[in-house]
Structure formats: structure tokens, C-alpha cells
């Protein structure tokens, strides 16, 4: 499944983790997903319906584990992971 990550030199975990789970909160809103965070792992979790990701926030970094299951159609995959990854590239900018 997509393994997505991104490095943010210079970048606190904390304050990655701040970002990342402002973008969750909005993004699991729109899609109408699940969404527990755990800001003292510096990590969350979305899901709906067999659609399950997990991100987590270290110093300089994210990376976000997603996984869907076999009946998601590809494109539909590529579209959720092209808005995670734009995001993601967008974060400090």
C-alpha cells in the first residue's frame, strides 16, 4: 500500500504534527472519515469503510501508511494520495 513521506528539515516533530493534523482534521471532514489523533505520539489515524491510514511525525519528517481495500477503484487511490501528497508539499510553504 502507498507509503507516503516527506522531509521537513529544521522542522520540529510538534510542529509538524500541528500541521499534518490541521490538514487531517480538514481532509477527514470533506470525506466525511474517521479521524483519532494522538498528539503524544505525534500520530493519528483515519478510516471509513476499510480505508485506514496512519500518519506519524518525527523530528524533520512525516510519514503516512494508507491502505484500501481491493475493491477502491485505482483511480479513486490515486486521487486520495495526490491530495495528501499536494498537501503535504504545501505544508510550510
Known amino acids: 500500500m502507498p507509503l507516503i513521506s516527506r522531509k ?3 522542522k520540529s516533530a510538534q ?3 500541528e ?5 487531517m482534521q480538514r481532509l477527514t471532514t470533506r470525506m466525511g472519515l474517521k479521524y483519532d489523533k494522538h498528539p503524544e505520539e505525534k500520530a493519528g489515524k483515519v478510516s471509513k469503510i476499510g480505508i485506514s491510514g496512519k500518519y506519524l511525525a518525527k523530528e524533520g519528517e512525516v510519514t503516512i501508511d494508507l491502505h484500501f481495500p481491493m475493491l477502491i ?3 479513486m487511490k490515486k486521487q ?6 499536494r ?5 510550510f510553504a
Open 8 to 10: 521537513y528539515p529544521g
Open 15 to 17: 510542529e509538524i504534527y
Open 19 to 23: 500541521k499534518v493534523d490541521q490538514v
Open 73 to 75: 477503484p485505482g483511480s
Open 80 to 85: 486520495v494520495q495526490d491530495d495528501i501528497e
Open 87 to 91: 498537501r503535504l508539499d504545501g505544508l
